[in-house]
Each structure stands twice: as structure tokens, then as C-alpha cells.
């Protein structure tokens, strides 16, 4: 069973930054793309990052671009996003996901399997 877990969100001050973790487990992911995706309230999700599960080549939202680093954690089997200069608009459920990538790579209906996000809340 594939299952994507999500931690190290919470509350944060403007400016500051944070670190979330996405682990993986039940299959290999080899050959697949792990992405990061936010939702605010009322808003679509919306992409934030994405990077093979393997490593390699990064990808990043334009408005993200800077600020935000996804990388992967071989010892410990996750794909981490750290995010720095926070902003009150940064605030949302952070989801990641695992798809095969390709033309959707950037889009939520490129990803077969998701977690149950983690909340981030930036206060200004």
C-alpha cells in the first residue's frame, strides 16, 4: 500500500522559515516525480515543486523560485521542502505527491498518489 506522509508544518512569523518532510513508503518510486503542492482556503492547489524521486533536476513554481528548496534525503527517505522568508500568503495545506511526471509534471492530475498535507500558517 502506497503511502505518503507529511510533517513539520505549523506557525511561523513573517520572515521565518521552515522545513517539511514528505516520506514514502509501500513501493519503489523509481522512475516517478515527487511533488509539493499547496491549497489555500478557496483557492485551487496549486503547484509549489517538484523533483525526481531519485534526485537530480529541480523544478519550482516562478513565484516560489528563491525562496523555497526541494531537495531528497537519501538516509532517511524523504523528499523535504525548505521554505525561507515566509510570507502570509505562503499560508495553506502543503500536500506532496508522486506521479510519473512528463507534461503534467506542474499539474495536480500528473500525480496518482497523495497525502494528507500539513497545515503551514504564517502570521503577519
Known amino acids: 500500500q502506497v503511502r505518503l506522509v507529511e510533517s513539520g508544518g505549523g506557525l511561523v512569523q513573517a520572515g521565518a522559515s521552515l522545513r517539511i518532510f514528505c516520506a514514502a513508503s509501500?513501493?519503489?518510486?523509481?522512475?516517478?516525480?515527487i511533488g509539493w503542492f499547496r491549497q489555500a482556503p478557496g483557492k485551487d492547489r496549486e503547484f509549489v515543486a517538484a523533483i525526481p524521486w531519485s534526485g537530480g533536476a529541480t523544478y519550482y513554481a516562478e513565484s516560489m523560485k528563491g525562496r523555497f528548496t526541494i531537495s531528497r534525503d537519501n538516509a532517511k527517505n524523504t523528499v523535504d521542502l525548505q521554505m525561507n522568508s515566509l510570507k502570509p500568503e505562503d499560508t495553506a495545506v502543503y500536500y506532496c505527491?508522486?506521479?510519473?511526471?512528463?507534461?503534467?509534471?506542474?499539474?495536480?492530475?500528473?500525480?496518482?498518489?497523495w497525502g494528507q498535507g500539513t497545515q503551514v500558517t504564517v502570521s503577519s
Open positions: 509501500g513501493r519503489t518510486f523509481s522512475g516517478h516525480y
Open positions: 505527491a508522486a506521479g510519473s511526471g512528463g507534461w503534467r509534471l506542474y499539474q495536480p492530475s500528473g500525480y496518482n498518489y
